[in-house]
Structures are given as structure tokens and as C-alpha cells.
């Protein structure tokens, strides 16, 4: 019987080494090397003999029909999983501790079971970390406790195999969390690289076979992404992450990957006293502490996934200590903001560099989209100059290296977005093809259209004094 090998497995990204180091080669964290033993295999090629049947290929015009989907009456969860769960399908949900993930998964559950949505179905909701009384008393906290959900308390993905694999499979399931589970014929621990792929695996081979929804639970670690191999992520058909500011009562669940709906598709939540809350209309929400008529700040009409969404993007310039400038960004690239700022300089003759620049997107939500940028430039400018945009004003556009405003897209609906909620001018780039009356919204509302960041100056009636005394430049 052949002696079986040890084999070191990074628990951050799955990589396997032969020995112990300190450091793993491939990601570079440290201390994440565990020892794990080696799984047995076979010593030579598969072949072409025995084992084995051969695959019975087929066309790609079927009979197959369009699954419904089960909808949970919670519109922001559904919109983020493309309408509904889809049967059969694995969906991974991912966020910081005490984020309320398990808060979101118990309120879908309760409201699947309930029938919120007209259709009463089957689920269990399978807890690892917490005793059945724990999960019974944030049933009652969140007012979900008459709910008929099927609880149990397991670890033991052996036990939990044998509950689902049988003819009355519950139509949705949810374990929380993968990272507490194991398989009894693996010797590494629990949470561990092997244990974590080989339970979700076993789960998602359940789930495809029986045809029930599979929602799985992971922690995330301090850089933000899901605990355990990125090949978890690829296994399930849906990953979603739960993001927020623990001190916010804005919660985030957006979609990074859906095989069955768009990604980037976002659901925005306020976390209350009774859990959490849908907020259908999040731009009047996050603009609804804004302060008119204050400098350095601009209204950014930005796009996530499919839906419009108005947020307030602040900026701080301030005087900088003899030394490096500090630069702090909450809620957007800091590798934008320092091309924003090289471009204000470089093609606009705003000497802005040598201060500090604090910038921040007001309401904890995360912008990624290059349409930004103009309104952080927008921003930064007012606050320098010392003159507010104008507080009926929105603005997105693309900055280019030359100082160009480049078209996004998606204008009409931003536009759209920003007229419902009473703002009447639009600053935005020169759309191609269209003149400026026929870009302009049917109505009060105005757009104003540039080519050039310089133009953006001639926004401020004070500016050019302004910087020149805060040391800008006189190019244009």
C-alpha cells in the first residue's frame, strides 16, 4: 500500500507546494501554507480500454423550455438574481462579518416560504454557526418566526446529503455558511481550501440532481474577496456580495457574476431595527441629506447595472504641510483621482497637486464607472475655486488623457433620472451626431455640453481668481 504524501495548500488562493514556506509563491500572503494530505490517485492514464461510456452528443435546436423563476416578493433581492432563484442553481453570497448576510437569507427565506410572491414553497435553511434558539430569536427580531421554515442545525455534509437526497427535497435550501462545513473523509479541518470546494461541490451536484435552489454563504476576507479558492466561485452559477460601512445603514447587494441575469446589477437595502428594508428609489434617498450651495460638491447621474442612480460626490482641498500631499478617497478608484488631477493641471493650468485632496461618495455606495469622472473634477474645482455647482446640476462624462469629454452611455436614462427628481441642467459631454437642441430632454430641463475639461472652468464666474490665488495656472 503506497505511503500516503503531505502537500501544502495556500488557504487564500488553493495553490499547492510540495514543502512548508513562509510566504506562498503564487499570491503572496503569508502564513497560509497548511499542511493537507494527498488524495489517492491512479498511477497511469486513463487510456482507451476499459471504463468509461461514450458521450451522446445532440443538436442545439431542443425541445427545452424557459424554468420559472421563484420569486421571493423582496423586488431588490430579485432584481439583483435576474427575477427570481432559478431551480437548480447554486448562488454564493458573499460580505464582511456582521454585515447581515444571514440577516438578507432568513427575510428571502421567510418570504419564499410564505408565499409573499403568490407561490408558497418548501425551504430549509441549514445553520452552521448558530444554534436553532440563535436563529429562532433573529426570526422573531426580524417578525418572520410564524414563517414555515424547516431549521436545523448541521456541519456534516454527509448528514446534510442525506436529509436532501431524497424524493420530498425542499425547493430551497440555504447553508450558512460553506466555511463551517465538512466532509468526514477529508483530514483537513474545517473552512479549509479542500473542505470548502469539496462540500460546496458535493451541495452543488445535489442541488443540479434534485433540482432544488442552493443559496451558500461565504465570508470574505480582509481584502474583501471570498474566503477559500476562486474556484468556488466559478462552481456556482450566481455570486453575489453584501457591501456596506458597518456604521452606514446602507447595505449593497450587487451581482459580480449570473449565468441566469445582467451582473453589475446592484439592490440597495437599509438596515433597520427590524432588518432590512428595500429602498426602491436609492437617488432620492442618498440625496436626501445634500446640502444646496456648497462648495465642492456635484451630483453625479450614474448607472449600475440597469438602473439610473443619483449620488452626491463631496471634495476637501486644503492647504498641504511642507511634504507629500495627502490624498484620501472613500467610495471610488484612487488611480482615477490622480489622473483626474494630472489632467486638471496639465491641460487646464489648475495648479491643484500640492494641496490635500479628501474625496468621498456620500452614502457608502461604491462607484466604479469612468462616467465619474467629470463630476469629481466638477467637485474639485468648486472646492477650490470656492464656489458651489449649481445645486439644480448634474454631471457625468469620461475625462481622456488630452482633457476630452468622452460620451458614456446609457445618456438618456441618466438624463431621465435626473429630471424626475427635479434637477433642471445636465452638464455632459457633446453626444456625436446630435445637435444640442435635439439633445436636450423634452421639457424645462437643459443640458449643457462640453468638448474640453477647460470649459469646465468657465462653469464658476469666480474661478479664474480663485485659482490664481490658490497658485493655478493661467493655461486654458
Known amino acids: 500500500m503506497a505511503r500516503a504524501e503531505s502537500r501544502y495548500v495556500c488557504q487564500s488562493c488553493g495553490a499547492v507546494h510540495p514543502k512548508w514556506a513562509g510566504k506562498c509563491d503564487d499570491c503572496g500572503a503569508w502564513n497560509t501554507l497548511v499542511e493537507e494530505a494527498s488524495r489517492a490517485s491512479a498511477p497511469k492514464g486513463l487510456g482507451g480500454g ?68 403568490g407561490q408558497k414553497l418548501d425551504c430549509a435553511y441549514v445553520s452552521g454557526e448558530e444554534s436553532l434558539d440563535q436563529v429562532r430569536l433573529r426570526a422573531r427580531r426580524l417578525g418572520v418566526a410564524d414563517a414555515p421554515v424547516r431549521l436545523a442545525a448541521a456541519t456534516s455534509i454527509r448528514d446534510i446529503a442525506a436529509s436532501l437526497d431524497r424524493a420530498d427535497v425542499p425547493q430551497v435550501v440555504a447553508i450558512d455558511s460553506i466555511q463551517t462545513m465538512y466532509l468526514d473523509n477529508l483530514d483537513s479541518a474545517p473552512g479549509t481550501v479542500s473542505q470548502v470546494r469539496a462540500s460546496a461541490q458535493e451541495l452543488i451536484r445535489l442541488a443540479k440532481a434534485r433540482g432544488f435552489t442552493l443559496l451558500l454563504v461565504g465570508h470574505v476576507t480582509k481584502e474583501g474577496m471570498i474566503a477559500g479558492p476562486r474556484v468556488l466561485e466559478h462552481m456556482v452559477d450566481t455570486v453575489l456580495y453584501f ?58 447621474a450614474g448607472i449600475e447595472g440597469t438602473r439610473p442612480m443619483l449620488v452626491e460626490i463631496q471634495a476637501l482641498v486644503a492647504p498641504s504641510a511642507p511634504g507629500t500631499p495627502r490624498r484620501a478617497v472613500v467610495g471610488w478608484d484612487g488611480n482615477r483621482l490622480a489622473m483626474v488631477l494630472a489632467v486638471l493641471e496639465a491641460r487646464c493650468g489648475v495648479a491643484i497637486g500640492a494641496n490635500d485632496i479628501y474625496l468621498n461618495v456620500a452614502g457608502g455606495l461604491r462607484v466604479a464607472e469612468p462616467a465619474a469622472d467629470l463630476a469629481v473634477a466638477a ?20 475625462i481622456g488623457l488630452s482633457g476630452e469629454i468622452r460620451p458614456v452611455s446609457q445618456a438618456d436614462a441618466r438624463l431621465k433620472e435626473a429630471e424626475k427628481l427635479g434637477f433642471a441642467t445636465a452638464l455632459m459631454p457633446t453626444r456625436r451626431g446630435r445637435s444640442k437642441d435635439r439633445a436636450a430632454p423634452v421639457g424645462t430641463f437643459k443640458t449643457r455640453e ?9 462653469l464658476f464666474e469666480n474661478a479664474p481668481h480663485n485659482l490664481r490665488r490658490a497658485g493655478g495656472g493661467g493655461r486654458s
Request: glycine share 14%.
Open 243 to 300: 457591501e456596506g460601512e458597518r456604521g452606514h445603514q446602507f447595505r449593497i447587494l450587487r451581482a459580480v457574476k449570473n449565468r441566469y441575469g445582467p451582473t453589475d446589477e446592484i439592490g440597495v437595502f437599509e438596515m433597520t431595527d427590524a432588518g432590512l428594508a428595500e429602498v426602491p428609489n436609492p437617488s432620492a434617498l442618498f440625496l436626501g441629506d445634500r446640502q444646496r450651495e456648497v462648495a465642492g460638491s456635484a451630483v453625479f
Open 450 to 458: 462640453i468638448a474640453h475639461l477647460k470649459h469646465l472652468l468657465g
Open 379 to 398: 467637485a474639485l474645482v468648486s472646492a477650490l475655486a470656492h464656489e458651489p455647482v449649481p445645486a439644480d446640476m448634474v454631471v457625468f462624462g469620461e
Open 50 to 117: 476499459k471504463g468509461g461510456r461514450p458521450l451522446q452528443f445532440v443538436g442545439l435546436h431542443g425541445d427545452a423550455q424557459a424554468t420559472a423563476r421563484r420569486a421571493s416578493a423582496i423586488a431588490e433581492f430579485d432584481r439583483v438574481c435576474g427575477g427570481g432563484l432559478v431551480p437548480g442553481s447554486a448562488l454564493l453570497i458573499g460580505g464582511d462579518p456582521g454585515i447581515g448576510k444571514s440577516t438578507l437569507i432568513l427575510q428571502a427565506m421567510a418570504a419564499l416560504a410564505a408565499g409573499k410572491s
